[in-house]
């Protein structure tokens, strides 16, 4: 079976761009999670969607940021404009329920912001 | 918030015991996970402990005490591929939070 799917693995941008990641759930799943991972700051829950519905936002950064779930099994995160303070790792991840259950971390995608 | 504690850093020797600790806040705690995460990879699933015990799986064994607010991670026969870091994460009403991790490293 695959796993949580990410796009694209690396990304490398200017200042002021925009950016745009992706990610694809487990099939099945319900729940979807968008995290920041930095040396400084660990791990960090950005959003949280259970049926296409968000439902803690409370970790996104800033206005700069946005999340939508289109569909039931597609998410994006968007960065407009990209600042150099949000390089990170960004990892998407999928569960069957709800946010206490069992997480499934997707691959990550590894943001330079020049 | 939900505080989480865990050491930063743990050193052992290849065939070694290690137990890395966590505490949290015990208000509103539903269940605790413990993730590895190899460096340049995403964390994967170890155990997930939801009564107090001790929950075994092969070489890893997790530990609960709800009242203690209070987990480790016990790891035997250490071999070097368990170099990584071990992220201990807490379960509360609609939100899973994360530890900083603890960075192990085994030496030969």
């Known amino acids: 079976d695959a796993g949580v799917i990410q796009s694209p693995r690396h990304e490398v941008t200017e200042m002021g761009q925009e950016v745009t990641l992706r990610c694809k759930l487990i099939s099945g799943h319900n729940s979807l999670f968008w995290y920041r991972q930095t040396m400084m700051r660990g791990l960090e829950l950005l959003i949280y969607f259970n049926n296409n519905v968000p439902i803690d936002d409370s970790g996104m950064p800033e206005d700069r940021f946005s999340a939508k779930m289109p569909n039931a099994s597609f998410s994006t995160l968007k960065i407009q404009p990209s600042e150099p303070r949000d390089s990170a790792v960004y990892f998407c991840?999928?569960?069957?329920?709800?946010?206490?259950?069992?997480?499934?971390f997707g691959p990550g995608t590894r943001l330079l912001v020049l | 918030g939900q505080n989480i504690d865990q050491p930063t850093e743990m050193t052992a020797t290849e065939g070694a015991i290690v137990q890395i600790n966590c505490t949290y806040q015990?208000?509103?705690?539903?269940?605790l996970f413990w993730y590895q995460q190899h460096a340049g990879e995403a964390p994967t699933f170890l155990s997930y402990n939801v009564l107090d015990g001790l929950e075994e799986k092969g070489r890893f064994s997790s530990f609960l005490s709800r009242s203690k607010g209070y987990s480790y991670l016990l790891l035997k026969e250490l071999q070097m591929k368990d170099s990584a870091s071990y992220l201990c994460a807490v379960s509360y009403p609609r939100q899973l939070t994360f530890g900083s991790g603890t960075q192990l490293t085994v030496l030969p």
């Open positions: 991840a999928s569960s069957p329920g709800q946010a206490q259950e069992t997480q499934y």
């Open positions: 015990t208000s509103g705690f539903n269940g």
